[in-house]
């Protein structure tokens, strides 16, 4: 080894000793950072499979329509349907213990046996008004059970001979042509119908009756074309970039002692150049950054965070490190004290956290703030590394945000290393 | 002999203050050398420009025969600086380790120099230990240690004994009559006629960024130091008188009036600032 890789490989050591020693930065590049990303990973629903929607369901009616709708929904793998009277209901809505309440009362099998004239059968649906989009979501399933088991009635001999005769009534009082039309195609209807083999409960007919007109495949997407698995995935990349943050505290604070004790001006009078000095505490600073980000991404293994690609999460993790120790080097020389350089850290850094999506997902984020967050740091490091974890970018797609990181990291390092010289 | 610092004629001025205003300087190799004076007297400055921290405004500057900013040159230069300059969560030996190894000497030289300089300072019962947790004695004696461990031939202390305790100055100043013994040259600042009465070979009294005298605490006092100081005490009063010939004095007074006490002082270094600078030592 030459004698500058050697000074600088001493003082790299140096630097991940102190860092080591201080529980402080200890705490705030790993400890903190893990508590954020278990906490708001839970708190967004862990590991992403949230548990049925909890509703009742008030049975006042013993038509066996009723019965069928209620069973119907029952079944259904996003609810979790009680069956209560109203009273108990009422109760556990106000309690918040279920998001809604479908109350089918007196005549409603009745009704809809004969929904296709006349009155529409009529459930009530008590709703907890702070929970508005998951009733919406109810009464979709609803509406679609209702359909289902009115037209699954068509196919049964017993119901079939009631609804067809109020459809028939119906038809009779059509004046003219369509009135004689509507009675023909009821006739061709009902032979149709007849001629269906049941289900062996006898609640609804094969061969593709009731008719589905409409089918919908739900899934969901993000604007990269992929999802995160879980709420972890998330929190645990923007628990990388708190990572990134407490290592560039630490590194500061560090910075900033050394000027107060006269470590620094004691290390200028060793052989070591300034630059090597500074290569020292640069690359200290990137290997600590990287060090946290994988203690990170280990944390999150046990929690299903895995990275579709590693060389892209390292690849992420380098251009990370690189643009905050850019960063770090600015602003080690923002202050004179150690108030003045962390005020000035946290005042430059929480702003671009905010529009970064360091702190709210960048979805969350009005349209007007999204839109300046190509100037954060934070958004393109946040990027690469979802990039990496969940968001299936191509390496022609995770180039960019590299690219940026690299510039960023590279402008600010230069900048900083000039602060260093002109106070040198 | 060519010295070991060489300065002519060198000034610095930062902003309007001018803390260097023509300081010439020889520092004769192997030898201890004081710089003499109060604060603000230009003794920082000066060794900031020997230790290549800054540069001159004006004049000449040369050190072990070149520039203090070459790196070769660097290497033979040891500093302690008035701050303690360490690391406080490493250890003692891990201060040491990290200043040899920047200093250019090799792990398997500095192992056996660093365990004696921790036995030679008296920390090696504590070598492991954070430096923080030392008394200020203790990481004085090691801010010392650092300075010597890449074995330089010029050593530079800033203030050695600033604020430590009379044992641990005990043990600094007899460290540094070792390096002499060792033959190896020592700068030091000092504010402590004390301390450079008792080490300094040579001392350069400095004062508004000028030295206005050099040489032994002996030659200093002989050509500045003016004539012993004779105190005679009579029974209503006291008289002080400064004489050449204090004998010659006392038989002259005695034979006005009887004396109850006398005491003849030796002209001191302070006299020699007093004379030198026309105001007291600790203005």
Redesign the interface.
């Known amino acids: 080894m030459t004698?500058p890789l050697?000074?600088a490989?001493?003082?790299v050591?140096?630097d991940l000793?102190?860092w080591a020693?201080?529980p402080a930065s200890v705490f705030f590049t790993l400890g903190w950072p893990l508590a954020i990303a278990f906490f708001f990973g839970l708190v967004f629903g862990g590991g992403g499979r949230q548990g049925p929607l909890p509703v009742a369901v008030v049975l006042e009616d013993a038509h066996p329509l009723a019965e069928r709708l209620v069973a119907s929904i029952e079944r259904h793998p996003a609810l979790a349907v009680r069956r209560l009277d109203r009273a108990a209901a009422e109760a556990e809505l106000r309690r918040g213990r279920i998001a809604a309440a479908a109350i089918l009362p007196p005549g409603f099998g009745a009704r809809l046996a004969q929904s296709f004239r006349g009155e529409p059968a009529t459930l009530r649906l008590l709703r907890d008004p702070a929970r508005t989009a998951e009733a919406l979501v109810l009464e979709g399933l609803l509406t679609e059970a209702g359909f289902r088991v009115a037209f699954a009635s068509l196919a049964e001999a017993g119901s079939r001979e009631e609804a067809l005769a109020a459809l028939r009534a119906g038809a009779r009082e059509l004046p003219g042509e369509p009135g004689l039309r509507l009675t023909e195609f009821l006739a061709a209807l009902e032979r149709l119908l007849s001629a269906l083999p049941a289900d062996a409960d006898g609640t609804a007919a094969a061969a593709g009756w009731p008719p589905r007109p409409l089918a919908i495949a739900t899934e969901a997407f993000s604007a990269e074309g992929r999802r995160p698995p879980s709420a972890f995935a998330v929190s645990f990349v923007q628990a990388m970039f708190w990572a990134l943050l407490g290592a560039m505290m630490s590194v500061l604070s560090e910075l900033v002692r050394e000027r107060i004790?006269?470590?620094w001006?004691?290390?200028?009078?060793?052989?070591?150049?300034v630059a090597e000095i500074l290569l020292g505490k640069g690359v200290a600073t990137m290997a600590l950054m990287i060090a946290a980000l994988g203690v990170v991404a280990l944390a999150g293994l046990p929690f299903g965070v895995r990275p579709e690609d590693p060389l892209k999460l390292l690849a992420a993790a380098a251009g990370g490190a690189i643009a905050f120790t850019g960063l770090t080097l600015v602003f080690g020389t923002a202050g004179e004290s150690m108030q003045a350089v962390h005020g000035t850290t946290w005042a430059v850094m929480l702003p671009l956290a905010m529009v970064g999506g360091g702190m709210v997902p960048l979805m969350l984020l009005p349209e007007w703030l999204a839109g300046i967050s190509d100037l954060s740091p934070v958004k393109w490091t946040i990027l690469a590394l979802e990039g990496a974890y969940w968001r299936g970018l191509g390496w022609s797609e995770l180039a960019p945000a590299l690219g940026v990181l690299l510039l960023f990291g590279v402008a600010t390092a230069g900048l900083g290393i000039v602060r260093i010289l002109r106070r040198s | 002999m060519t010295p070991v610092v060489l300065l002519r004629d060198v000034s610095k001025r930062f902003g309007a203050v001018t803390a260097l205003a023509g300081l010439s300087l020889e520092v004769p190799r192997g030898l201890v050398f004081a710089l003499l004076g109060p604060n603000g007297a230009g003794k920082t400055t000066t060794i900031r420009l020997i230790l290549g921290l800054i540069s001159p405004d004006a004049g000449e500057l040369e050190v072990l025969g070149g520039s203090p900013r070459d790196p070769a040159i660097r290497r033979r230069i040891g500093l302690a600086p008035q701050t303690i300059a360490l690391y406080g969560e490493l250890s003692a030996r891990e201060n040491l380790a990290l200043f040899a190894a920047l200093g250019g000497v090799p792990a398997r030289v500095a192992a056996p120099r660093i365990e004696a300089l921790l036995a030679r300072t008296g920390l090696a019962e504590r070598a492991r230990e954070p430096v923080a947790r030392f008394s200020g004695g203790m990481q004085r004696r090691l801010n010392l240690a650092a300075a010597l461990v890449h074995d330089p031939e010029l050593i530079v202390l800033d203030e050695p004994t600033a604020g430590v305790d009379p044992q641990s100055r005990e043990a600094i100043f007899e460290l540094i009559r070792e390096l002499r013994r060792e033959g190896r040259s020592v700068l030091f600042s000092t504010h402590y006629l004390e301390e450079a009465e008792r080490l300094a070979d040579r001392v350069a009294i400095v004062d508004h960024g000028r030295v206005l005298a050099v040489d032994s605490v002996g030659g200093l006092i002989e050509r500045y130091g003016g004539p012993p100081r004779l105190t005679v005490e009579r029974e209503d009063a006291s008289e002080v008188h400064e004489t050449a010939e204090p004998l010659a004095l006392l038989l002259e007074l005695a034979a006005k009036g009887p004396i109850r006490r006398f005491r003849l002082d030796p002209p001191r270094l302070d006299q020699v600032f007093l004379r030198l600078t026309g105001r007291d030592f600790r203005d």
């Open positions: 004698d050697r000074r490989a001493a003082l050591a140096k000793r102190l020693r201080s004790t006269g470590t001006e004691r290390l200028r009078t060793t052989p070591a150049s």
